[in-house]
């Protein structure tokens, strides 16, 4: 971006953006805005002209990174029983991680947790209502348990998805965070996580 150049002002908006996230993924929040304007190449009273506060533009950075690639048919996916739950499971993830599991979304997620982020946290609150939760009365119509309605879902069964989420989660944090070595073939991955999770689930609940 050249100092002078006049653009729209959504364009240049969006620039600032779109900077601002790769800025902020490779140093944190700690980076200073001085340094973010010097590396768009515009002076700083301009990028406080769209963006008032450094904190503003962490919120749209926020917004940006996690809101905007949350596909709320995600949902209905995991809930289409027209498809067997294991191929369902399968498709959410692959189409979780291209949207999610990204250099720019895992650092700014890992940097915002360790800010203790309220956006953070409501993220986490989202996928828990979105897609947790539904994954588990999937898991449960599956198993032949009670709905939801009867029995409300309990932190325990949530745990027992997060534990599966997570995973996934980490094969993006060994990449992205720890550069360290991943198997390439991801839906490999996920395939056999998703078999182990519906097998073992079904396995314990006929023991009980």
Known sequence: MRPGRRLEAAVREQQIVDGAVQF??????????????????????????YFPTKRSLIDRVFKEVYLKPFDTDWSGLLADRSRPLGDR?????G??????????????????????????????????DKIL???????????????????????????????????LFYYAVRKYIYVARVNDDFAAVVRRAVTAMLDGTRLHVAGR
Request: with cysteine; proline share 3%.
């Open 133 to 167: 939760k539904v994954i588990c009365s999937e898991l449960r119509h599956y198993c032949g348990l009670p709905t939801a309605d009867v029995i409300p879902i309990s932190d325990l069964e949530l745990e027992h998805i997060w534990v599966l989420h997570g995973g």
């Open 24 to 49: 902020f993924a490779e140093r944190g929040f700690d980076g200073r805005t001085r340094d973010l304007a010097k590396r768009l190449g515009v002076t700083q009273p301009l990028l406080y002209r």
């Open 89 to 93: 499971l399968e498709t959410f993830y």
């Open 95 to 128: 189409r979780y991680a291209q949207a999610t599991y990204r250099y720019e979304w895992i650092r700014i997620y890992m940097f915002a947790g360790l800010m203790g982020e309220d956006l953070n946290k409501s993220y986490i609150a989202m996928v828990e």
